[in-house]
């Protein structure tokens, strides 16, 4: 039995043999929103924060999480308040398919907690491991570049 | 699954003693691809991010549990760049300098840097400790001399390193792609040069002849540093591939080569 903390709550899992961070998740915690498309790290989909560093959650796992902290992307919004991530794509229409998102989502919050003032070169590098095959990444781009210190 | 969860050096070693064919797990990313891809089933793992010896990076001493991340940001330049032009963020902040070693694949973005440097591998059991040059660990394309019931506790880089280096890789996009070639080269101010390529055999390898050639140039023509890159290009053999060819493979080493020298003559 692992414990660990996801978004900060107390949870347990059962794991079943060498099963990734993004199974136990998705099957056992029914957290659906880490997406699971490419199992070996080319997509983000499934990225995670574990013990505040970011991760894809399908390569992670879980029998070796016991006593860590994951926040997923269920745990970025503050209740019913989006985080202002989430707020800037949904005004900007940064999302088209709405797959590689939850992904997306996690990664530009981590890369805004680090560097409040990131270039669109910044930002492109740090989401260069989140596919968004619906090829919308103009859009999300702007959409984040919006909250860069830079632009205000 | 019995999963050991060791903090220290120690007990690792003693995990591994009592289960010498337990699966050792770093950062993971080479390791689930396996799993996911129900290529690997381990019976047991050894998992090692949290032991606190791997994670030291003292002077010279870079140990196995120090990621891609922070490689990137650390006091080596050529090395830096070599962890910035792996996977995404996602990849350098779990994947280790150990589990590249591990993996021992002739595409390890790391070990051409360690090849040029001819850096120590030093390995260590319940039993001692021993350290294997890089070409004495490297065995064959992921194939390395780890013993069961050994870890890789880091590499060993020599004392003096010169400031002129440079690390270059091709790939068909800057994230998420395995070499095509790679390429670190190292100059010493009396023109003393070392260059290793990666993905062009079924090792990292040097490039011996364009070594021994460059190295009696104080100061290179441009038809020096151009018989420099042919030579490389003669010393790789690369195979055909998904990735590319060998031909291109073979021109591209050489380029790069001469590249990477210009470069650091320059600076």
């Known amino acids: ?152 | 699954m019995e999963t050991a969860r060791p903090t220290h050096l120690d007990a690792a070693l003693d995990a591994l003693d009592a289960d010498p064919d337990a699966t050792i797990l770093a950062g993971g990313t080479d390791l689930m691809v396996s799993v996911n891809y129900h290529a690997l089933r381990p019976a047991s793992v050894v998992g090692i991010r949290r032991v606190v010896e791997l994670q030291e990076w003292e002077g010279r001493f870079i140990g196995a549990g120090v990621t891609y991340t922070r490689m990137e940001h650390g006091p080596i330049p050529a090395l830096a760049q070599a962890a910035r032009t792996v996977g995404s963020s996602q990849i350098r902040n779990a994947g280790t300098l150990g589990g590249n070693l591990g993996t021992a694949s002739p595409a390890g973005d790391a070990l051409p840097v360690l090849a040029a440097l001819d850096a120590k591998i030093v390995l260590r059991s319940k039993g001692g400790e021993r350290t294997l040059r890089w070409d004495e660990f490297i065995t064959g394309p992921k194939r390395n001399a780890l013993q069961p019931g050994e870890l890789i506790v880091g590499a060993r880089l020599p004392e003096s390193i010169p400031p002129r280096q440079a690390f270059a890789k091709l790939g068909i996009r800057n994230a998420m792609v395995i070499a095509i070639t790679s390429c670190c080269l190292f100059r010493e101010e009396d023109g003393t040069t070392t260059i290793a390529l990666g993905s062009v055999g079924p090792t990292p390898i040097r490039a011996h002849r364009a070594e021994e050639m460059i190295s009696g140039e104080a100061d290179p023509s441009p038809a020096a540093i151009a018989e420099f890159g042919r030579l490389v290009a003669q010393e790789v053999s690369p195979i055909d591939d998904h990735r590319s060819t060998a031909a291109y493979r073979r021109h591209a080493s050489g380029v790069l080569a001469r590249r990477l020298l210009e470069r650091v003559l320059t600076r």
């Not at chain 1, 390569?59 to 308040?81: C, F, K, Q, W, Y």
């Open chain 1, 1 to 152: 039995m692992i414990r660990f903390t996801v978004n900060g709550a107390e949870r347990t899992a059962d794991p079943v043999g060498p099963e990734s961070l993004l199974t136990t998740l998705r099957d056992r915690l029914g957290l659906y929103g880490s997406k699971d498309a490419c199992e070996q790290g080319e997509c983000g989909s499934c990225s995670v924060l574990l013990d505040g560093e970011l991760v894809c959650s399908c390569l992670v796992m879980t029998a070796d999480t016991d006593g860590s902290a994951v926040v997923t992307v269920e745990g970025i919004a503050d209740g019913d308040t989006l985080h202002r991530v989430q707020q800037a794509m949904a005004e900007g229409g940064a999302v088209q398919c709405g797959f590689c998102t939850p992904g997306i989502v996690v990664a530009a919050a981590h890369l805004f907690e680090a560097h409040p003032d990131p270039s669109e070169e910044d930002l492109r590098e740090a989401l260069a491991g989140n596919i968004c095959r619906c090829t919308g990444y103009g859009a999300i781009v702007r959409a984040l570049g919006a909250l860069s210190e830079r632009a205000e």
